[in-house]
């Protein structure tokens, strides 16, 4: 089961809709029915380009619910979030390196193979 509250849900979105438009593009591009399957730079872009969207608007929604209090009586400022916009647990921006991780990963992994399996 997907836990997210708010808008943590696009970061789902993100991944997918970025990984199907990838895998459509280069099919189209590269005339190449496994092109997406075979090289490794379309995943890892696909996934960079769903983190940097879900850093971009992850940071706007978490911020866009702050409100600046003061107190009156010893003027300490404390600060009041009220968006939570979060993915299992994790706050949409948090999405964004995780995401390029996973990219390097998948790149790196793309690259060297399975090992001979």
């Keep these: 089961m997907i836990?997210?509250?708010?808008?943590?849900?696009l970061v789902a979105?993100?991944?997918?809709?970025?990984?199907?438009?990838?895998?459509?593009?280069?099919?189209?591009?590269f005339n190449d029915d496994n092109y997406y399957q075979r090289e490794a730079w379309p995943?890892?872009?696909a996934l960079v380009t769903a983190g940097i969207l879900s850093f971009l608007i992850g940071v706007k929604l978490?911020?866009?619910?702050?409100?600046?209090?003061?107190?009156?009586?010893?003027?300490?400022?404390?600060?009041?979030?009220?968006?939570?916009?979060?993915?299992?647990?994790?706050?949409?921006?948090w999405w964004g390196p995780i995401l390029f991780v996973i990219a390097v990963i998948v790149f790196v992994?793309?690259?060297?193979?399975?090992?001979g399996a």
């Design 62 to 93: 978490n911020s866009a619910g702050e409100r600046r209090l003061v107190d009156p009586e010893t003027n300490e400022e404390v600060v009041v979030a009220s968006g939570n916009h979060s993915l299992f647990f994790l706050k949409m921006h």
């Design 3 to 9: 836990v997210w509250s708010g808008h943590g849900y």
């Design 109 to 115: 992994q793309r690259i060297v193979g399975d090992g």
């Design 13 to 29: 979105v993100f991944v997918f809709v970025a990984s199907l438009l990838m895998e459509l593009g280069t099919e189209s591009v």
């Design 43 to 45: 995943l890892a872009l």
